[in-house]
């Protein structure tokens, strides 16, 4: 049985993954206009990462083990890369790292 932590990160996971895994990328700039720079992609992916795991420990008053911490920034660490952020400059390499670019 999950705890309530536990049972939001997993539907958070669920959810993400097949936003992901269904959307196309948008290739036509001419429709869509310019594509985001690293700095806007990086922000955004410390949003669905890093600060929503932070911001669901602290208002369930739990922390979740470092195992499935690792594991939560790393499937975020594979989006940034599908959203095209330089392997450099992915700051979902470690929860640390994560930490220090928030």
């Given at each position: 049985l999950?705890?309530?932590?536990?049972?939001?990160?997993?539907r958070?996971?669920?959810?993400?993954?097949?936003f992901?895994?269904v959307?196309?990328p948008?290739?036509?700039?001419?429709?869509?206009?310019?594509?985001i720079?690293?700095a806007?992609?990086?922000?955004?992916l410390?949003?669905?990462?890093?600060?929503?795991?932070e911001?669901?420990?602290?208002m369930?008053?739990?922390?979740?083990?470092?195992?499935?911490?690792?594991?939560?920034?790393?499937?975020?660490?594979?989006?940034?890369?599908?959203?095209?952020?330089?392997e450099?400059?992915?700051?979902?390499?470690?929860?640390?790292?994560?930490?220090?670019?928030?």
């Open positions: 999950l705890q309530p932590c536990q049972s939001a990160v997993v958070w996971l669920c959810i993400a993954n097949t992901f895994t959307t196309p948008i290739k036509d700039v001419a429709e869509h206009g310019e594509p720079n690293q806007q992609l990086i922000g955004t410390l949003g669905c990462s890093t600060l929503l795991l911001g669901m420990q602290e369930a008053g739990c922390s979740l083990p470092a195992r499935k911490r690792e594991a939560f920034l790393h499937l975020w660490r594979v989006v940034g890369f599908l959203f095209g952020i330089e450099d400059l992915n700051p979902n390499s470690s929860w640390e790292r994560s930490l220090l670019v928030k």
